[in-house]
């Protein structure tokens, strides 16, 4: 079964912008497009201030506007690609768990993420954090427009939209300690398609006794080398397997996430890993990806992993 870069689409413009990151994730690898919706009705999770109930709408008029939007995101996506083949569904059940079976047969899943501000505002609502942190396979999350503004996706047109738009580079956030090798895969696949260049960013916290500062120079001199060796160490077989991708690894003092973040305002995808938590309660998050998921502004590839 040939699995499909599929979208969850939800009518607001971050998820119009999904999808129209997705047709071109889609035309780089050679995939089908499936955009999907589900039309259950999602409850809110407060009671309105007034006390007065929220009507449910029949499912004959909610169907009837699951099918209109599928619609018309097909039509704005596939009119600029008329070789692109696109799939719509729209799925019975509530959003999340909806979601996560759509998910199961993709290559990855891209759902938008409204930004509140015109710095980097946060990506996550509720939907999207309950998906990612279940989702077992990759997640991506796409901004309305760089620096919270709505979505201005381009007019249909009979030309065929180039599949490779700029060559941005590709971020990539690595634990040297725990790599996984499917989320440095991905990340180089990704700067590969694109033709573009991978940024590396691994963020490292000297031990207790080396914060002497002044009084022990060599000593943490010492250890900046030895962690730049073990990266080098660690992305040769990488470079080498994708050679024609240009690396630039850096590492930094301190957590990642601030330096992902400033990243993310030039990059054309940001890449991070989530160890898969099945615990019953908890964030299913880490704290980097958390922070990264919140003020990011390029498009965010969550990795999960074991």
Same mark, same amino acid.
């Given at each position: 079964?040939?699995?499909?870069?599929?979208?969850?689409?939800?009518?607001?413009?971050?998820?119009?912008?999904?999808?129209?990151?997705?047709?071109?994730?889609?035309?780089?690898?050679?995939?089908?497009?499936?955009?999907?919706?589900?039309?259950?009705?999602?409850?809110?999770?407060?009671?309105?201030?007034?006390?007065?109930?929220?009507?449910?709408?029949?499912?004959?008029?909610?169907?009837?506007?699951?099918?209109?939007?599928?619609?018309?995101?097909?039509?704005?996506?596939?009119?600029?690609?008329?070789?692109?083949?696109?799939?719509?569904?729209?799925?019975?059940?509530?959003?999340?768990?909806?979601?996560?079976?759509?998910?199961? %047969?993709?290559?990855?899943?891209?759902?938008?993420?409204?930004?509140?501000?015109?710095?980097?505002?946060?990506?996550?609502?509720?939907?999207?954090?309950?998906?990612?942190?279940?989702?077992?396979?990759?997640?991506?999350?796409?901004?309305?427009?760089?620096?919270?503004?709505?979505?201005?996706?381009?007019?249909?047109?009979?030309?065929?939209?180039?599949?490779?738009?700029?060559?941005?580079?590709?971020?990539?956030?690595?634990?040297?300690?725990?790599?996984?090798?499917?989320?440095?895969?991905?990340?180089?696949?990704?700067?590969?398609?694109?033709?573009?260049?991978?940024?590396?960013?691994?963020?490292?916290?000297?031990?207790?006794?080396?914060?002497?500062?002044?009084?022990?120079?060599?000593?943490?001199?010492?250890?900046?080398?030895?962690?730049?060796?073990?990266?080098?160490?660690?992305?040769?077989?990488?470079?080498?397997?994708?050679?024609?991708?240009?690396?630039?690894?850096?590492?930094?003092?301190?957590?990642?996430?601030?330096?992902?973040?400033?990243?993310?305002?030039? %990059?054309?995808?940001?890449?991070?890993?989530?160890?898969?938590?099945?615990?019953?309660?908890?964030?299913?998050?880490?704290?980097?990806?958390?922070?990264?998921?919140?003020?990011?502004?390029?498009?965010?590839?969550?990795?999960?992993?074991?």
């Amino acid at each position: 079964m040939t699995r499909t870069i599929t979208v969850g689409l939800d009518g607001s413009p971050a998820s119009l912008a999904a999808a129209d990151w997705a047709a071109r994730e889609a035309q780089l690898r050679d995939l089908p497009l499936r955009l999907v919706t589900a039309w259950e009705w999602q409850a809110p999770a407060f009671a309105p201030a007034t006390g007065l109930a929220v009507p449910v709408p029949p499912s004959d008029l909610r169907r009837a506007s699951a099918q209109r939007l599928l619609a018309h995101a097909r039509t704005r996506v596939g009119a600029a690609r008329p070789r692109l083949r696109i799939d719509t569904d729209e799925i019975s059940g509530l959003p999340v768990p909806a979601l996560l079976k759509a998910a199961e %047969a993709a290559e990855l899943l891209a759902l938008g993420s409204r930004g509140l501000s015109k710095t980097a505002g946060f990506l996550l609502g509720s939907v999207s954090h309950a998906v990612l942190a279940s989702c077992e396979r990759p997640v991506v999350l796409v901004r309305a427009a760089e620096h919270g503004e709505e979505a201005v996706l381009p007019e249909p047109s009979a030309r065929e939209v180039p599949a490779v738009a700029d060559h941005r580079e590709v971020v990539l956030g690595l634990e040297l300690h725990r790599p996984d090798d499917a989320v440095i895969d991905f990340a180089f696949d990704a700067a590969s398609r694109r033709g573009a260049p991978l940024r590396i960013i691994h963020g490292w916290t000297p031990p207790p006794y080396s914060y002497g500062g002044e009084l022990m120079p060599d000593l943490r001199e010492g250890m900046v080398q030895q962690v730049r060796r073990e990266l080098c160490d660690l992305l040769r077989p990488w470079q080498e397997r994708y050679s024609a991708v240009e690396v630039r690894a850096q590492a930094t003092v301190g957590g990642a996430g601030r330096h992902l973040v400033e990243a993310s305002y030039d %990059a054309a995808l940001v890449v991070v890993g989530r160890q898969i938590r099945r615990a019953a309660v908890g964030a299913h998050i880490g704290p980097v990806t958390q922070a990264l998921l919140h003020h990011a502004v390029a498009p965010v590839a969550v990795i999960s992993h074991d």
